[in-house]
């Protein structure tokens, strides 16, 4: 059966210091929920916290209607998938699937079949009586999910299950998480510190940032509309551009005196305030001769196939990215003038502190 999880004002504390001062966040049933955040930001930490490894100073956790706070982990009904795979190096692959089934002490018929389907939904039934030291990285890792699936958990929890694998088999192995939790349709909390990772497999994403949720939301609703200045940069790349409000909140005007009418700033975004703009590098546009734009130089380019990747000074000395898609044309060298237009409709502007978007 598929669960949510409800977290309700949680409080982590080390002695005075405070990890997470007042976390809230449902969860829904047989969603695949990301945790994202820089390092120390305490995503792990809240991860721990739901598996039962951390103590709760403070607010409530659910799972579904069951308070789980003082319940030991071991009756949380759980699987958890670690960042160094935790499994049994003097066990073969196939009883480190069976590992959970026995504990749970079901008959042996049934500990068979189960450990044989998750050893072929894994595609790892080749490797079943090998040794772990005999297996790849990203093998070792198929054991560690097949294990932690194998007991048909309520919850699946993983903690940066992909950050000692290559870049290649980083790639596939999110693949593998992403069709498996889909065809199980389990409830899934994943934390990483990797904003594409995160992009690649989730329902939805959680950005945090020293213990607070900066923006909860759909990887395209992030990506396109950050609710502040950290989640614009943590998710993807930007360039930050600083400009002016005017024309009643009808625009922004550039330093460089560019102007762009704009109907969907908020109601109070006034005359003469300092904002900073988010513009994404596919957001530029290399306008044609003569077009008004901001005035650049190319300093130099990047081809990378589908796209050419240029870094462009601005007249104040400002390097910003812009991604272009490649053409037949001759790509342009460096210190090429051009002008650049900006996709009025997808720039996000923030407050001068950062701290919110003045986008409706």
Do not use: W
Not at 166 to 187: C, F, H, P, Y
Request: hydrophobic share 40%.
């Amino acid at each position: 059966m598929n669960i949510g999880i409800r977290i309700t004002h949680a409080l982590k504390k080390y002695g005075d210091n405070v990890v997470i001062p007042d976390l809230s966040v449902d969860i829904e049933p047989g969603e695949f929920f990301t945790l994202l955040g820089p390092s120390g930001c305490g995503k792990t930490t809240l991860l721990r916290m739901i598996a039962g490894f951390n103590t709760i100073e403070g607010g409530d956790f659910y799972f579904g209607d069951r308070r789980i706070n003082d319940l030991d982990p071991a009756k949380r009904n759980i699987g958890m998938v670690f960042q160094n795979y935790a499994i049994f190096p003097h066990l073969t692959v196939r009883k480190n699937v069976a590992f959970g089934l026995q504990n749970k002490k079901l008959p042996k018929n049934q500990i068979d079949g189960q450990t044989t389907k998750f050893l072929k939904l894994m595609k790892i039934e080749e490797y079943q009586d090998r040794l772990p030291e005999r297996l790849s990285g990203g093998q070792q890792q198929r054991v560690a999910l097949a294990r932690a699936l194998a007991i048909e958990p309520e919850v699946l929890l993983m903690d940066e299950p992909l950050s000692n694998l290559d870049a290649k088999l980083r790639v596939e192995m999110r693949e593998v998480i992403k069709e498996i939790q889909n065809s199980l349709g389990i409830t899934t909390v994943y934390v990483t510190h990797d904003q594409e990772e995160a992009m690649a497999v989730s329902d939805r994403i959680a950005v945090m940032n020293a213990g607070v949720i900066q923006q909860i939301g759909s990887p395209k609703s992030l990506y396109q509309r950050p609710a502040n200045l950290f989640v614009s940069t943590f998710i993807g790349r930007t360039n930050l551009l600083k400009a002016t409000v005017v024309d009643n909140g009808g625009g922004i005007r550039f330093k460089d005196g560019l102007s762009l009418s704009m109907d969907n700033l908020t109601d109070d975004a006034k005359d003469g305030q300092e904002v900073i703009v988010s513009i994404r590098p596919e957001e530029f546009v290399i306008e044609e001769a003569g077009q008004e734009g901001l005035p650049a130089t190319v300093a130099y380019n990047i081809f990378l196939g589908l796209n050419t990747h240029y870094f462009v000074d601005l007249a104040d000395g400002e390097r910003v990215e812009i991604i272009q898609e490649s053409r037949i044309e001759e790509i342009l060298k460096s210190g090429t003038p051009i002008k650049l237009g900006i996709k009025r409709e997808k720039i996000n502007v923030f407050t001068q502190d950062g701290s919110r978007s003045v986008i409706k």
